[in-house]
């Protein structure tokens, strides 16, 4: 497994990974050493395209990569109320999963709490209630808010409380949805800076990894429901995009997501990510 896939496998996997410790590499061991038997994949593949990304190891990347927090980039909360389509909150929800991350790891606290209140609200009307239905998050929230690991350690709880219940009801393809808003904003609160800072270029370079997964998911929810032809569309041609850039084809196979873009081409990602998400957040 090389760097860059551990880099933007934090993103989607990071809750399975400290669910099974060390499990994993025994599994992947195993399957190496009976190579007389045929592996089917299938399950394995949807267990992944099911999981939620982190919004915490999204918003962490391009914090690390010196992007800085605007109070006027995350979705206004002010949008909640005006969403009135199960689609658009499905990817509203996500998308504010990951402003509440960016909150958390700029330190902006009272700004925190307000997110997660309004993810409370939006998960109610999605069908979450059972999840945001205890009033001690909120509690637990509030009284750790001066304190950034515990802050991630009970949105990794929320996900996975999620996980566990889309699963229990035989529902997991709605994660592809929130997966999708999610790390459109997350790119975008990216991108919104990447003319400014020559590092995010590199770090929406990591991110691309994974939306060869958000694809494969919202084609599954595409069998079901027409309502994200438009943005799965949108999806296929930035993906397109990312890889006819030229520093992306100059680059070797295994570095196709470590590359350090040009300004021109930061750009031209960054116009498509703004538009996507702006098509996403629109009441």
Not at 31 to 57: G, H, I, N, R, Y
Not at 191 to 212: H, I, R, T, W
Request: charged share 25%; proline share 2%; aromatic share 8%.
């Amino acid at each position: 497994m090389n760097k860059n896939y551990i880099l933007t496998m934090t993103v989607a996997a990071v809750i399975g990974l400290q669910a099974c410790g060390g499990g994993d590499k025994e599994e992947i061991q195993d399957k190496d050493t009976v190579t007389a038997q045929p592996v089917d994949t299938t399950m394995l593949e949807e267990e992944f395209l099911a999981v939620l990304p982190s919004p915490v190891a999204v918003a962490e990347i391009f914090a690390n990569a010196g992007i800085d927090y605007k109070s006027d980039l995350p979705n206004s909360l002010a949008n909640l109320s005006r969403y009135s389509t199960s689609s658009k909150k499905a990817l509203n929800f996500g998308v504010y999963t990951s402003d509440l991350a960016f909150c958390i790891v700029s330190d902006k606290n009272k700004e925190a709490s307000a997110y997660l209140k309004g993810i409370r609200t939006l998960g109610n009307e999605i069908g979450l209630t059972q999840i945001f239905d205890n009033e001690s998050l909120l509690v637990r929230f509030d009284n750790n808010l001066t304190n950034q690991d515990s802050l991630t350690d009970l949105m990794v709880e929320i996900k996975s409380r999620i996980d566990d219940y889309h699963e229990q009801n035989g529902e997991s393809e709605k994660n592809f949805i929130y997966f999708s808003g999610a790390w459109i904003e997350g790119m975008y609160l990216g991108a919104v800076s990447s003319d400014k800072n020559e590092k995010a270029g590199k770090a929406m370079s990591a991110q691309f990894y994974m939306l060869e997964d958000i694809l494969k998911g919202l084609k599954r929810v595409q069998k079901e429901s027409s309502d994200y032809d438009e943005l799965i569309t949108k999806l296929e041609d930035l993906k397109n995009t990312y890889k006819g850039l030229e520093s992306v084809k100059a680059a070797q196979p295994e570095a196709m997501y470590d590359v350090m873009l040009k300004a021109d081409e930061v750009k031209t990602l960054a116009g498509k990510i703004i538009e996507i998400r702006s098509e996403i957040i629109k009441v």
